[in-house]
């Protein structure tokens, strides 16, 4: 493991993931800066807060510029991604070149594609929506300026978040806040009785920092660890055994999201997702686990974790 001396900026530091990042970087006492467009985000103590739009590269290279380890968990609006995808990334690649800094590169699944049995590292870039494409062609991007000797940087992809501080996902708010409150439906996606990978996001913030200290790892794609694989239903389950209540739960069919996705962009984007929740959908972090061990936090224990947060969240 080499140890990285300097700042660690965190881009996106307001977002689930990189929120994620910040409260692991300063529970190790690391230098930690946090970057987001609108510069007010609650942080640990000692972390600094600053602002900077990640489309920017003049700002990019100011916000990165004493940084020994640059980690890009900023997200684009999700029906904005082909357009802001791309100019982001190059943003931030030149940031980090700039600053002779390790580029960790916050990944997800989207362009592998559909999948029959467990996905690994290795399996090719199959997708043929536009956001599993844009994906792919963000994480070439990011490879071949590694190859090429323009940066030292690192890819770690996980499945779908849920955790602390995520609030806009498929297992967030939509999730957790009729669970808590007992009132409102969950709505979930597809097949509630097929396996579905999910990932809890300490899990990744700590695989993310373990990449970037790692010179070994770099030039890689690596799965973040996740505990066993859990139906939509028995993820439910243990949710409604925390909070001691139960909720409504209703499965959008395929045929409901195309009618929506007629009046509705978000529906449309999610469509081109679907087959995720409606097969088996299992990730293997087997690569990850033979390079630094991997002791994913239990389901039971994450969601007692996040259950917690999101009482303290509701009540402000």
Not at 161 to 181: D, H, K, L
Not at 239 to 258: C, D, G, H, N, Y
Request: net charge neutral.
């Amino acid at each position: 493991m080499t140890e990285q001396q300097g700042t660690h900026v965190v881009l996106g530091g307001g977002g689930g993931l990189g929120q994620a990042v910040v409260r692991a970087l300063a529970a190790q006492g690391r230098p930690v800066r946090a970057v987001n467009r609108s510069g007010r985000m609650a942080v640990p103590a000692g972390v600094e807060v600053r602002t900077g739009d990640a489309l920017d590269p003049a700002v990019m290279r100011d916000v990165c510029r004493d940084a020994a380890v640059v980690y890009h968990c900023v997200n684009a609006p999700y029906t904005k991604w082909p357009e802001m995808c791309p100019p982001i990334m190059e943003a931030v690649l030149e940031a980090t070149a700039a600053a002779a800094a390790v580029l960790v590169y916050g990944d997800n699944l989207y362009m592998y594609g559909p999948v029959d049995g467990p996905i690994h590292e290795k399996r090719p870039a199959m997708a043929d929506g536009r956001k599993g494409k844009i994906r792919g062609r963000v994480a070439e991007t990011v490879l071949n300026a590694h190859r090429a000797g323009q940066v030292r940087a690192v890819i770690g992809r996980a499945s779908d978040f849920y955790g602390p501080g995520v609030t806009n996902s498929a297992m967030g708010q939509r999730v957790f806040e009729p669970a808590i409150t007992g009132r409102g439906t969950i709505n979930v996606l597809g097949n509630l009785d097929v396996p579905h990978t999910l990932t809890y996001i300490d899990d990744v913030a700590a695989a993310l920092i373990t990449l970037g200290q790692t010179e070994e790892a770099w030039g890689e794609v690596w799965h973040a660890p996740n505990a066993e694989a859990l139906t939509i239903r028995q993820f439910l389950d243990l949710v409604f055994e925390e909070t001691e209540r139960t909720a409504k739960v209703r499965a959008a069919p395929r045929f409901l999201i195309t009618l929506m996705g007629l009046f509705n962009p978000m529906m449309r984007e999610l469509k081109e997702m679907l087959y995720t929740w409606e097969e088996p959908y299992i990730v293997d972090h087997s690569k990850y686990a033979a390079a630094f061990g991997a002791e994913p936090t239990p389901h039971r224990e994450a969601v007692r974790r996040t259950v917690e947060w999101f009482r303290h969240y509701l009540a402000k």
